[in-house]
């Protein structure tokens, strides 16, 4: 079975600070893929990023950054210099190999950024 | 509009009552598929359409919810005889490459069941 933790319901930072928002996933396959989706008030999901199973380099986009560690199971999202249009739930999924897009999607993290 | 358009935004229901959810894809994504996310909860998936193969069901949680696409395009999801369980937001989304992962979502149904 596969699931996926999203431990923090709820975080509060003040704009600026850096935040790091977490995930763990279970799953027994070896090949898999991880995603990270935004939801903004409009309700409408927003894909951040995908990452495979094989490919453990960290990533950064801008202000994003994503660290991968397949020891711990955890993939987890950092915000820098966090701003208020960051303000949003964010959603952790893992998609099994040959699975289509079929998502588990963790709990969700509500990220406040107040100014 | 060019991303998932879903309607109505917003439905209240009476319990025992029937409702249908539709969602139009993106022109040309051949992949649909229906979420429910309950109040402070995560995504539940429901059911998966590809192109013209047989749904996947398998993540319907009673037979009272249906759902079917026509012309390979615009779905419809049905809840016979709503329950106040039924409660919650579902969203569409479609995507173009049924192996990226990158889904395109609706804004999404609310349903209140009173």
């Known amino acids: 079975a596969q699931k996926v933790t999203q431990a923090q319901t709820e975080i509060s930072v003040v704009e600026k600070e850096d935040v790091t928002l977490d995930c763990v996933y279970e799953?027994?396959?070896?090949?898999?893929?991880l995603f990270w989706y935004k939801q903004p008030p409009s309700g409408e999901l927003v894909f951040l990023i995908r990452?495979?199973?094989?490919?453990?380099q960290n990533e950064i986009s801008g202000r994003y950054s994503w660290n991968f560690q397949k020891s711990t199971s955890s993939f987890n999202f950092t915000i820098t210099a966090s701003q208020v249009v960051d303000s949003a739930v964010y959603f952790c999924?893992?998609?099994?190999?040959?699975?289509?897009?079929?998502?588990?999607f963790g709990g969700g993290t509500r990220l406040m950024v107040k100014p | 509009g060019a991303g998932v358009s879903q309607s109505p935004s917003n439905k209240v229901t009476e319990k025992g009552k029937d409702v249908e959810l539709r969602c139009d894809p993106i022109?040309?994504?051949?992949?649909l598929y229906w979420y429910r996310q309950s109040l402070g909860q995560g995504l539940e998936f429901l059911i998966y359409?590809?192109?013209?193969?047989?749904?996947?069901k398998s993540g319907l949680p009673s037979d009272r919810f249906s759902a079917e696409r026509t012309g390979g395009s615009v779905s419809t999801l049905t809840i016979q005889r709503t329950q106040q369980e039924d409660s919650a937001v579902y969203l569409c989304?479609?995507?173009?490459?049924?192996?990226?992962?990158?889904?395109?979502f609706g804004e999404g149904s609310r349903l209140t069941v009173l």
């Open positions: 990452r495979n199973s094989f490919d453990e």
């Open positions: 999924a893992l998609r099994r190999n040959n699975a289509g897009n079929m998502l588990t």
């Open positions: 799953t027994r396959d070896t090949t898999y893929y």
């Open positions: 989304a479609s995507s173009q490459d049924q192996n990226t992962g990158e889904l395109f």
């Open positions: 359409f590809q192109g013209n193969s047989a749904p996947d």
């Open positions: 022109s040309g994504h051949t992949a």
